[in-house]
């Protein structure tokens, strides 16, 4: 804090991830619950000692009091479990190294990789979503993915995962430099109109409602307050609600201003 950088936030790495442990080391023996405790002071230090925003990684509800961002919540890092993602530096799976020697963006996070059916089923596939989080907690506690699945990071999801943005009203992520920004830059202008125009409106309010309008899942309805909803088609058919029809991977918004749909541009132009 001393170095005289302008920080607004702060992130403290493992503290609300949930993992609380009984500790019997001679000298300082806590139990479970003191633990939590432990880790919820020494965040809300930072944050009224330093007027930071306070985030983790993680996020589970027993830190919602003191966070105000959880990285994790809408995606979890999962690539430690699998050999090809992690260790294997041949396979097309390879989440990539954490460093660039030219000093940008590391492969870590710019490379582009596919994910594993079996994985991409339990980890990214939206249509076993269900934010339970975000039902209780929108208006309290800003949700992310994992820093290693930027928007960008998986092949074939990015334009499934920009509705899922919308929708369930969860920032965008990206890791950027010059050559990352400029290969991204279109589809990040006009997500960010459609997005922040949206999330503006829903983090101001509670999730008050979620429901599956296919049974499949693969079209799903927010809504936020009483006045904002959002209907995600994450099919590969038209849905018609109402008598309005919205497109394959796209989404309606809905609000007191009237409707509009957004579907995010189609992948076939990144690397």
């Known amino acids: 804090m001393a170095n005289g950088l302008p920080f607004n936030s702060w992130f403290i790495d493992c503290d609300a991830t949930g993992e609380i442990y009984d500790d019997y080391a001679p000298g300082h023996r806590l ?3 003191q633990d939590a405790a432990a880790r919820l002071e020494r965040m ?70 596919p994910v594993k059916d079996e994985y991409f089923k339990v980890f990214v596939d939206p249509r076993y ?19 290693d699945w930027s928007t960008f990071k998986i092949k074939g999801a990015t334009q499934d995962r920009m509705i899922r943005e ?49 049974e499949d899942g693969t079209v799903q309805k927010t809504v936020y307050g009483d006045r904002l909803a959002a209907v995600g088609n994450f ?11 919205i497109l394959p991977h796209s989404v309606l918004i809905e609000d007191e201003g009237g409707r509009m749909i957004y579907a995010p541009s189609p992948e076939e132009g990144h690397r």
């Open 31 to 33: 139990t479970m619950e």
């Open 44 to 113: 809300a230090y930072i944050r009224d000692q330093y007027q930071m925003v306070i985030g983790s990684e993680g996020g589970n509800d027993f830190a919602a009091s003191t966070i105000a961002f959880a990285h994790g919540i809408e995606l979890k890092t999962f690539s430690w479990v699998d050999e090809d993602m992690k260790s294997n530096r041949d396979s097309e799976y390879y989440i990539g190294v954490y460093y660039n020697p030219a000093g940008g963006v590391a492969e870590h996070f710019a490379r582009r990789i």
């Open 129 to 147: 979503d269900i934010p339970l989080f975000k039902l209780v907690y929108n208006d309290s506690v800003i949700t992310a993915a994992h820093w």
């Open 166 to 214: 919308v929708l369930y009203n969860v920032p965008p992520l990206y890791h950027l430099d010059r050559e990352e920004w400029e290969e991204y830059r279109q589809d990040i202008v006009s997500h960010h109109i459609a997005w922040s125009a949206f999330g503006k409106k829903a983090i101001r309010e509670e999730m008050t409602d979620f429901v599956y309008l296919k």
């Open 235 to 245: 099919g590969d058919a038209p849905y018609m609600y109402g008598n309005t029809e």
